[in-house]
């Protein structure tokens, strides 16, 4: 669920600093691609705690070669995009690249959430609400990209 805050709280945060000061943040999109950076951060640090990084390795289907390599590449993306949101005329190639990046994500979470994957201790989401999650965070990366 931290995605989840992150994204909405990031929003709403960064849109109240954009209607009362901040002239930066006075639209919508710019909020978007605030919070949306704050969620990736979230999301892409753990990949390189250890805590973590054990259970993100078992969450990638056995089909798929060298799992300790992919969850490095996804968290340097998950940050490295987190980055590009940031930067104006990076930030709708760095969005519409999240989108993608979480859509060849999803196989692992459907794969943790049918063999009782757990995330530091704790079992991940089930799967019918991991995939509505999935479609609000991409459809805010479409939002963010476009």
Request: charged fraction near 10%; aromatic fraction near 6%.
């Amino acid at each position: 669920m931290a995605p989840l805050i992150a994204l909405l709280g990031g929003f709403a945060v960064l849109r109240l600093l954009g209607l009362l000061a901040v002239d930066t943040l006075d639209a919508w999109q710019p909020a978007v691609r605030g919070a949306l950076a704050l969620m990736f951060v979230t999301t892409g640090v753990p990949h390189f705690l250890p805590a973590f990084r054990r259970d993100f390795v078992a969450m990638i289907p056995p089909a798929l070669p060298r799992p300790e390599l992919l969850i490095t590449l996804t968290g340097v993306l998950e940050l490295a995009g987190a980055a590009g949101l940031l930067v104006p005329p990076l930030a709708p190639y760095a969005a519409a690249g999240l989108a993608l990046l979480m859509l060849a994500m999803f196989p692992a979470n459907v794969h943790a959430a049918r063999t009782g994957g757990t995330l530091a201790g704790k079992p991940v989401t089930p799967l019918p609400t991991r995939t509505a999650l999935q479609v609000l965070f991409v459809a805010a990366a479409v939002a963010a990209a476009v």
